[in-house]
């Protein structure tokens, strides 16, 4: 299995460019988020799903939009790239969902994209 | 309005010393408490905590859930170099719902 896997590791953008952020996860789980960690502060919820068809905001959604056709993919779009976009962002994902109930359960990380917006 | 609260947010301490890193949290329908160590990479999942009073270990890391004042605590004994990084916790609800994390606990062991 390879777990909770994230495109690109790095990607610098210009100011208005946009991009997707890619997420896929081999472990058929039904919970899937998007965390931003910004220097010296904690994760930050930007979107999250909990099943293939469904998605709802988190706590910092402006700017991000993200959808969910199958349960594996879970990517975040960035329509217009701005300077305070600028962050780490981690995927997370665990089996908890609207199916499986299963609540008592960790959540898996991906590696991270470093995004920097010029 | 969930609140999840975390102290100190960062410590620093001597190789040895044993530290205590507290997170109290506020959300409906609380299930479990997720703790996870952060170095310059992914966070990494250390304990799941469901019952009240029952410790977890792993090593010399340790973690205790109170269901009834709404906080855990996550101590480490003997701390090593290693051991530095951030600490963050997180509760779960019942239902199908967002996991929003702590501010975290940075914590620094200098030799």
């Known amino acids: ?118 | 309005e969930d609140k999840v609260v975390q102290s100190p947010l960062s410590l620093v301490v001597h190789e040895g010393d044993t530290v205590t890193l507290n997170c109290s949290y506020e959300v409906t329908n609380f299930r479990s408490l997720l703790w996870y160590k952060q170095e310059k990479k992914a966070p990494t999942f250390l304990f799941m905590l469901t019952s009240s009073g029952i410790e977890k270990k792993s090593g010399r890391l340790s973690s205790i859930l109170d269901k009834k004042e709404l906080f855990s605590i996550l101590n480490i004994t003997a701390t090593q170099t290693g051991d530095s990084a951030v600490y963050l916790c997180a509760p779960r609800r019942t239902s199908y719902d967002k996991v929003i994390f702590g501010p975290g606990t940075s914590l620094s062991v200098i030799p």
């Open chain 1, 1 to 118: 299995n390879a777990g909770v896997t994230q495109t690109p590791k790095f990607q610098v953008l210009k100011t208005g460019q946009s991009m997707t952020l890619q997420c896929a996860q081999d472990m058929n789980h039904e919970y899937m988020s998007w965390y931003r960690q910004d220097p010296g502060m904690g994760l930050r919820l930007i979107h999250y799903s909990v099943g293939a068809g469904i998605t709802d905001q988190g706590e910092v959604p402006n700017g991000y939009n993200v959808s969910r056709s199958t349960t594996e993919d879970f990517p975040l779009r960035l329509l217009s790239a701005a300077p305070s976009q600028t962050s780490v962002y981690f995927c997370a994902s665990s089996p908890q969902g609207q199916l499986s109930r299963a609540y008592n359960s960790p959540l898996h990380f991906g590696n991270g994209t470093r995004l920097t917006v010029t």
